[in-house]
């Protein structure tokens, strides 16, 4: 352990235009990002936090300030993982704990993770539970997606009609929802017969975190993705028989070091797998996008919702994300 310097900021995040999700309308939501300064070596990492948690900004400004000292000491990411709280403010950390690891060994973030080089994901592309005219517009500007995620409001027969509109524009195109636990367990019965009709490909999170029980005894031919159910590792054994397909982002689980496990378990456990995120610059979605790598749904569109993304950000071409390779780590330009 090497004595270190965190330095904190602050970015108001603001998006191009508000995100209207189940129960919420945002304008942006904002980002804490942190740097590691230590034996002239800098790690950076960012973190949105979980709105539903209570994991606000303020929250993980003041769980950095509480964990100030621990963090300067220059833990490695598994004492991280289980001295402080998993949450943005550890997120953020762990990103910077995986860089910083990078530089100094002069290997990229991937080969020490243990993975393969990373390469270009097919990603969702999101659409607001808009009015459907403003919907449309803006899945005419998604031109080239390859898949794409649409907000469901609760609002049974206008989620209906936003599901329908999705399909019959774009006829061809992979297709999810994302109920943001709008929905109650007693009345997926009737929403499912739309979702089979527009060939949805994935159901986000239809129930309220607490309620999962119910979804035993729906036999749904739609798989079911746990969002908001999935916190951290403890959340995995939890989602059997309920869920088939976990939904896991850095900010809600800690960081890529707990993400990297929570994969496994999932495969171990028998769960699909995907990478998400709420927000975020192209810095966030950097750990993300090598967790990515392993997962069978990708959902990192975030950095294109942002007012003022980073330089050198991830690019979106031909429906996939690209992350430079100088983002975030030691390069590997072979």
């Known amino acids: 352990m090497s004595k270190l310097t965190l330095h904190v900021e602050t970015d108001p ?3 191009k235009q508000p995100l ?3 129960g919420h309308i945002f304008t942006g939501i904002p980002a804490v990002r942190v740097r590691l300064e230590g034996g002239g070596i800098v790690g950076r990492g960012e973190a949105s936090g979980v709105y539903y948690t209570g994991d606000t900004l303020d929250h993980m400004l003041s769980v950095l300030e509480d964990y100030r ?3 300067e000491d220059g833990p490695d990411r598994e004492s991280l993982r289980h001295i402080m709280p998993a949450g943005g403010a550890r997120n953020a950390i762990d990103a910077a704990l995986w860089e910083r690891e990078s530089l100094g060994q002069g290997i990229p973030v991937w080969k020490l993770a243990g993975l393969s080089p990373p390469v270009p994901l097919v990603t969702t592309f999101t659409l607001s539970a808009d ?3 403003q919907m449309l517009r803006q899945l005419e500007s998604y031109a080239g997606a390859r898949a794409i995620k649409l907000k469901l409001d609760g609002d049974f027969e206008a989620d209906r009609e936003r599901i329908r509109l999705v399909r019959q524009h774009r006829p061809g195109i992979w297709f999810m929802v994302d109920a943001n636990q709008g929905y109650r367990v007693e009345s997926l019965d009737a929403l499912l017969p739309t979702l ?8 986000e999170q239809p129930v309220p975190r607490g309620g999962e029980a119910g979804l035993e005894y729906i036999r749904s031919p739609v798989p079911i993705a746990a969002d908001e159910s999935l916190l951290g590792l ?4 939890g989602l059997v028989g309920r869920f088939q397909v976990a939904n896991i982002k850095l900010d809600k689980c800690g960081g890529l070091t707990e993400a990297l496990a929570m994969q496994a378990l999932a495969r171990k456990v028998g769960l699909g797998v995907m990478v998400g995120n709420m927000a975020g610059s192209s810095l966030a979605a950097a750990p993300a996008f090598l967790l990515g790598q392993r997962c069978d749904f990708v959902d990192l569109d975030g950095p294109a919702f942002i007012a003022t993304d980073m330089p050198d950000p991830v690019s979106y071409r031909d429906g996939r994300i690209h992350c430079p390779p100088t983002l975030w780590g030691m390069p590997n330009l072979a």
């Not at 089979?196 to 159901?203: D, K, P």
């Open 13 to 15: 995040m603001t998006f």
């Open 20 to 22: 209207r999700i189940a």
């Open 69 to 71: 000292a621990f963090i």
């Open 131 to 133: 009015p459907p005219a």
């Open 196 to 203: 089979v009709e527009a060939e949805v490909s994935l159901l």
């Open 234 to 237: 403890e959340d995995m054994a």
